[in-house]
């Protein structure tokens, strides 16, 4: 059974710095694309990393990149999200993913961005 736990949101000034980290259990994450998501009050959910299985290869969406990384470590089999410069537009539940004999979704974390 897989599992996913995100941990690491809550509430930062714009400008601000947060590191998100999703623990997955009954899947390796460096054999599997792990991606993170995040949906705003309102809004659809919206694809905003990955990271590949093999190779590691990221990708972000326009809205982060140059402010978001993804990262995993084998180790600990987990993945995370260091995200930069925030802005009160980055405010959302944050979610990590993985397909992996099926849909695989964490609870999700709040992110809130706000003076």
């Known amino acids: 059974q897989v599992q996913l736990v995100e941990s690491g949101g809550g509430l930062m000034q714009p400008g601000g710095s947060l590191r998100l980290s999703c623990a997955a259990s009954g899947l390796t994450v460096s054999s599997v694309v792990m991606s993170w998501y995040r949906q705003a009050p309102g809004k659809e959910r919206e694809w905003v990393a990955l990271?590949?299985?093999?190779?590691?290869?990221?990708n972000y969406a326009d809205s982060v990149k140059g402010r978001f990384t993804i990262s995993r470590d084998n180790a600990k089999n987990t993945v995370s999200l260091e995200m930069n410069s925030l802005k009160p537009e980055d405010t959302a539940v944050y979610y990590c993913?993985?397909?992996?004999?099926?849909?695989?979704w964490g609870q999700g974390t709040q992110v809130t961005v706000s003076s």
């Open positions: 993913y993985a397909f992996f004999r099926g849909p695989n």
């Open positions: 990271i590949t299985g093999v190779s590691g290869t990221m």
